[in-house]
């Protein structure tokens, strides 16, 4: 239950084991690859630099082969999502090690169902294209489909002139008239709106001029005519055309629904492709001697023995393959990886949002469990809710196929149903209503509770003081301990006793010893500074202002008063919806009040939840971290396969 311990791993082979050696240690996921190149030791640089070659293994061109394979396996998944073939499956089962999954995949076939999916994107692509201008065509010619000659059938004349247009309707009556004082000028109007009337006007040439000059004044818009034939017929081919064209689409669509099984097979083959290019960007931190390879990276020490065992059994005379491990150094990146039992590693994630540890800094989940399960179990506080919690996650990891990384979140509130459930039968509460027992009453016992919350409080803080005292003593600094752990823990024990003196047990001789306790404590917060410190007036004054801290010991007590506050309000809030329920009348509480109790009581257990969630972890994040925990790791990162759609079993025993 600790950070794990890492030590550097360097293997050298021959270069044309690289494929096979990536392949391997990104199925393992057990080693974090360093730049080998950068991590040279100056005699391994001035060994290099005796060897000719000396290069970087980019492998630029297979690279983007992938690349390229990639990106059309995921355009054909795209297309066919999009083409209503369904949403993208999740493989999510965990059955197979990445080698096994990717000699499963015949990329033969999917050449061949890439091509086949590429050439139902053009015939989609080409389709709507000709759809969309169809209906542009359609659209246009909509306001012409009762004229029956074509508009450019006249053009040729040198005794008569056409015009094809539309003006606004306002001046309608008015154009009229005045084009029927002109000689021989017929004028029909094929579409009229509220808007805008549309005209096909036929004059003759010597009364051009006239003409002219009454379709300017009343802002006559000439519309060009481009279609081979006239309006009437060309309208009711467009129609014809553009009813093919969407029995073609809907044929190409139910075609493509037909290849909904093949998602499948273009998701495992993204799966081994982004494998693939992972092992290939990983070869930019090999270093290559000639026909050598050099690979260096972090490996814990747990599972160092077995890769070892693994690599001898790779390794032969002919095709040597060496192991060399180094304990990590204080000035090395080293990165954190989390290892604790299956009760505490669901908790993981709490301190992985706030921060992780540095590498060889205290983990500290194993201390945020305890306390973190006790105040979530305290602010949601009802036994029905904790049974619904436990059931369903029951249920969730039975019959539903989850991630790794959703298991783990599962498993975190299958584990807080426990306490849930314990508060609620503390609280007498089961979804709102009170049971026929109870330890403390919400209503009645408002004081005990609030007290209890503080209790709580209190002794995490000195729990958080107590692992900060430990730890400076491991790190030898002694008087430090006194007074940034120990002295603030006396300091807080002083004060606990003086109020139990007084207002519990009314014994002076505890009060007096508690007295003693707070001064010696304060002084050693004060006074041990100025002889750790260089300067002893400067650390006096340091001593001093971090007594003053003691101000903030009371504003982290208050806060854990929520702990109260918002195990009765989600209690109290159950209650007020059994009350709005049960004043119905009978035929509507067991009809939609049935309904209306399951929202109102699902939507309180969310509210709940995340509550307590959020502020259960604000107490570890601020009050308790803030005493002991630095934080600032970098987490443990592995060459893996990038598990887009499925988790892959890790076989340390092949």
Same mark, same amino acid.
């Given at each position: 239950?600790?950070?794990?311990?890492?030590?550097?791993?360097?293997?050298?082979?021959?270069?044309?084991? @690289?494929?096979?050696?990536?392949?391997?240690?990104? @199925?393992?996921?057990?080693?974090?690859?360093?730049?080998?190149?950068?991590?040279?030791?100056?005699?391994?640089?001035?060994?290099?630099?005796?060897?000719?070659?000396?290069?970087?293994?980019?492998?630029?061109?297979?690279?983007?082969?992938?690349?390229?394979?990639?990106?059309?396996?995921?355009?054909?998944?795209?297309?066919?999502?999009?083409?209503?073939?369904?949403?993208?499956?999740?493989?999510?089962?965990?059955?197979?090690?990445?080698? @096994?999954?990717?000699?499963?995949?015949?990329?033969?076939?999917?050449?061949?169902?890439?091509?086949?999916?590429?050439?139902?994107?053009?015939?989609?692509?080409?389709?709507?294209?000709?759809?969309?201008?169809?209906?542009?065509?359609?659209? +246009?010619?909509?306001?012409?489909?009762?004229?029956?000659?074509?508009?450019?059938?006249?053009?040729?004349? +040198?005794?008569?002139?056409?015009?094809?247009?539309?003006?606004?309707?306002?001046?309608?009556?008015?154009?009229?008239?005045?084009?029927?004082?002109?000689?021989?000028?017929?004028?029909?109007?094929?579409?009229?709106?509220?808007?805008?009337?549309?005209?096909?006007?036929?004059?003759?040439?010597?009364?051009?001029?006239?003409?002219?000059?009454?379709?300017?004044?009343?802002?006559?818009?000439?519309?060009?005519?481009?279609?081979?034939?006239?309006?009437?017929?060309?309208?009711?081919?467009?129609?014809? @055309?553009?009813?093919?064209?969407?029995?073609?689409?809907?044929?190409?669509?139910?075609?493509?629904?037909?290849?909904?099984?093949?998602?499948?097979?273009?998701?495992?083959?993204?799966?081994?492709?982004?494998?693939?290019?992972?092992?290939?960007?990983?070869?930019?931190?090999?270093?290559?001697?000639?026909?050598?390879?050099?690979?260096?990276?972090?490996?814990?020490? +747990?599972?160092?023995?077995?890769?070892?065992?693994?690599?001898?059994?790779?390794?032969?005379?002919?095709?040597?393959?060496?192991?060399?491990?180094?304990?990590?150094?204080?000035?090395?990146?080293?990165?954190?990886?989390?290892?604790?039992?299956?009760?505490?590693?669901?908790?993981?994630?709490?301190?992985?949002?706030?921060?992780?540890?540095?590498?060889?800094?205290?983990?500290?989940?194993?201390?945020?469990?305890?306390?973190?399960?006790? !105040?979530?179990?305290?602010?949601?506080?009802?036994?029905?809710?904790?049974?619904?919690?436990?059931?369903?996650?029951?249920?969730?990891?039975?019959?539903?196929?989850?991630?790794?990384?959703?298991?783990?979140?599962?498993?975190?509130?299958?584990?807080?149903?426990?306490?849930?459930?314990?508060?609620?039968?503390?609280?007498?509460?089961?979804?709102?209503?009170?049971?026929?027992?109870?330890?403390?009453?919400?209503?009645?016992?408002?004081?005990?509770?609030?007290?209890?919350?503080v209790i709580f409080g209190f002794i995490q803080l000195l729990t958080g003081l107590l692992i900060n005292g430990v730890q400076l003593v491991k790190q030898k600094k002694y008087l430090e301990s006194i007074s940034s752990g120990f002295a603030w823990q006396g300091i807080l024990l002083a004060v606990g006793a003086m109020v139990l003196a007084k207002l519990v047990l009314n014994n002076e001789t505890l009060f007096t010893v508690g007295i003693v306790l707070f001064i010696a404590s304060g002084l050693s917060i004060?006074?041990?500074?100025?002889?750790?410190?260089?300067?002893?007036?400067?650390?006096?004054?340091?001593?001093?202002?971090? !007594?003053?801290?003691?101000?903030?010991?009371?504003?982290?007590?208050?806060?854990?008063?929520?702990?109260?506050?918002?195990?009765?309000?989600?209690?109290?809030?159950?209650?007020?919806?059994?009350?709005?329920?049960?004043?119905?009348?009978?035929?509507?509480?067991?009809?939609?009040?049935?309904?209306?109790?399951?929202?109102?009581?699902?939507?309180?257990? !969310?509210?709940?939840?995340?509550?307590?969630?959020?502020?259960?972890?604000?107490?570890?994040?601020?009050?308790?971290?803030?005493?002991?925990?630095?934080?600032?790791?970098?987490? !443990?990162?592995?060459?893996?396969?990038?598990?887009?759609?499925?988790?892959?079993?890790?076989?340390?025993?092949?």
């Amino acid at each position: 239950m600790a950070v794990s311990k890492m030590e550097k791993v360097t293997l050298i082979s021959y270069r044309e084991n @690289e494929g096979h050696l990536l392949q391997l240690l990104q @199925e393992l996921q057990n080693i974090e690859m360093l730049d080998s190149l950068k991590d040279l030791t100056p005699e391994e640089v001035e060994l290099a630099q005796s060897l000719e070659g000396t290069i970087t293994n980019s492998q630029s061109s297979e690279m983007e082969d992938l690349e390229l394979q990639l990106s059309a396996v995921r355009k054909s998944i795209e297309f066919l999502v999009d083409s209503s073939a369904g949403k993208p499956s999740v493989i999510f089962k965990e059955e197979q090690t990445l080698s @096994e999954f990717e000699n499963a995949v015949d990329f033969t076939e999917i050449s061949v169902l890439l091509a086949e999916v590429a050439e139902l994107g053009q015939q989609k692509t080409a389709l709507l294209k000709a759809q969309q201008a169809l209906q542009l065509a359609e659209t +246009d010619l909509s306001k012409w489909q009762y004229l029956d000659v074509h508009p450019n059938a006249l053009k040729t004349s +040198d005794f008569v002139l056409t015009r094809m247009g539309y003006f606004s309707a306002s001046v309608r009556d008015k154009l009229l008239a005045d084009l029927g004082a002109t000689k021989q000028t017929v004028l029909e109007l094929p579409y009229e709106n509220q808007s805008h009337s549309y005209a096909y006007l036929v004059y003759l040439a010597e009364s051009a001029e006239e003409v002219e000059q009454l379709l300017t004044k009343y802002s006559f818009q000439t519309v060009p005519y481009n279609y081979d034939l006239a309006p009437q017929e060309q309208y009711q081919q467009v129609k014809a @055309e553009l009813a093919t064209n969407v029995d073609k689409l809907a044929n190409l669509s139910e075609y493509t629904r037909g290849l909904k099984g093949q998602l499948l097979a273009l998701q495992k083959a993204e799966e081994v492709l982004l494998a693939k290019l992972t092992r290939f960007q990983a070869t930019t931190k090999i270093a290559l001697y000639q026909e050598l390879l050099v690979l260096r990276g972090w490996i814990e020490t +747990d599972r160092k023995e077995q890769f070892s065992q693994m690599i001898s059994q790779l390794s032969t005379k002919a095709n040597p393959i060496v192991l060399t491990y180094e304990e990590a150094q204080g000035t090395e990146d080293v990165p954190t990886l989390l290892k604790n039992n299956k009760l505490v590693a669901p908790f993981e994630s709490l301190t992985e949002m706030y921060s992780l540890p540095k590498y060889g800094e205290l983990d500290p989940t194993p201390f945020l469990m305890p306390f973190y399960m006790v !105040f979530f179990g305290m602010m949601v506080a009802d036994l029905g809710y904790g049974i619904l919690m436990l059931v369903g996650t029951i249920l969730a990891k039975r019959f539903v196929t989850l991630r790794k990384s959703t298991r783990k979140f599962v498993d975190f509130f299958q584990i807080l149903s426990v306490p849930v459930m314990i508060w609620g039968l503390i609280y007498g509460s089961f979804f709102g209503m009170s049971l026929p027992f109870h330890l403390l009453s919400t209503t009645e016992d408002m004081n005990a509770i609030l007290l209890l919350s503080v209790i709580f409080g209190f002794i995490q803080l000195l729990t958080g003081l107590l692992i900060n005292g430990v730890q400076l003593v491991k790190q030898k600094k002694y008087l430090e301990s006194i007074s940034s752990g120990f002295a603030w823990q006396g300091i807080l024990l002083a004060v606990g006793a003086m109020v139990l003196a007084k207002l519990v047990l009314n014994n002076e001789t505890l009060f007096t010893v508690g007295i003693v306790l707070f001064i010696a404590s304060g002084l050693s917060i004060m006074i041990i500074p100025a002889f750790t410190s260089k300067s002893k007036g400067a650390g006096l004054a340091s001593g001093m202002y971090d !007594f003053y801290g003691i101000t903030g010991y009371i504003g982290d007590l208050v806060s854990y008063t929520r702990l109260m506050a918002l195990g009765i309000s989600g209690g109290s809030i159950a209650a007020a919806f059994n009350m709005l329920v049960s004043f119905m009348p009978p035929l509507a509480k067991f009809s939609v009040g049935i309904i209306l109790i399951v929202i109102l009581h699902a939507l309180n257990i !969310f509210l709940s939840l995340l509550s307590a969630y959020v502020h259960g972890a604000r107490l570890q994040y601020v009050e308790f971290f803030g005493k002991f925990f630095e934080g600032g790791g970098r987490k !443990f990162s592995p060459l893996k396969p990038q598990e887009k759609y499925m988790d892959f079993k890790i076989n340390d025993d092949k």
